[in-house]
């Protein structure tokens, strides 16, 4: 079992954006909007401590990458996860920017939010050298989708040697068998998977 120090652990959240997470989102997960409470307690627990908090935002546009070929919801006309594009949803008054961290999770000015072309947040990003920086050895990783970025994201972590910890009740996925695999299959070999009253309770 890990002991998690919460002097040297940050929370990862990764791509709770308005186009993975709001009603008719081109890439809608609907399991994502369960997590929400969930996420706002971690949040909650992490920043009454000071401690360290960073968003993922998954970005494309405009110009076409390998990812494309996978999320046809990328390109025009959808262009999905576009910085300043604007977007109407189903649950929610008025146009939101369709890459932004959707409101009800929004980032304090004091936290940094890194933008990613890939799945993975560790890939290509300063996001090692900053947590490097604040002294962080453990990562506590939540957000969206379980299988693609919330994992590479992880595994990223891992492969940095940072430890890294999956919060069950707080990651998500359009396919909840995909879901649990992930959850095993990370657990068996790359870090820990948690509860988010687990995490809570240990920080």
């Known amino acids: 079992m890990l002991h998690l120090d919460p002097e040297s652990a940050a929370l990862v959240v990764v791509d709770m954006q308005n186009d993975f997470v709001r009603q008719g989102a081109p890439l809608e997960v609907p399991d994502a909007r369960v997590t929400i409470d969930n996420h706002r307690r971690l949040l909650k627990g992490f920043r009454d401590r000071k401690r360290v ?6 970005i494309a546009g ?5 990812i494309w070929n996978w999320s046809a919801q990328l390109a025009p006309p959808i262009c999905c996860c576009w910085p300043g594009f604007m977007r109407t949803y189903g649950d929610v008054e008025g146009p939101r920017d369709a890459a932004a961290v959707i409101d009800e999770l929004a980032p304090l000015p004091t936290e940094i939010q890194v933008e990613k072309y890939n799945y993975g947040a560790f890939h290509r990003t300063n996001l090692l050298d900053y947590l490097q920086a604040q002294g962080i050895d453990t990562v506590v990783v939540t957000g969206t989708v379980t299988q693609i970025c919330v994992d590479e994201t992880a595994r990223g972590a891992f492969r940095e040697g940072l430890k890294a910890v999956m919060v069950s009740d707080a990651v998500s996925s359009f396919d909840r068998t995909l879901h649990q695999a992930t959850l095993a299959n990370f657990a068996m070999k790359f870090g820990w998977v948690m509860t988010t009253d687990e995490v809570l ?3």
């Open 53 to 58: 908090v960073v968003f993922t935002r998954f």
């Open 62 to 66: 405009a110009g076409r990458t390998l």
């Open 201 to 203: 309770t240990m920080i």
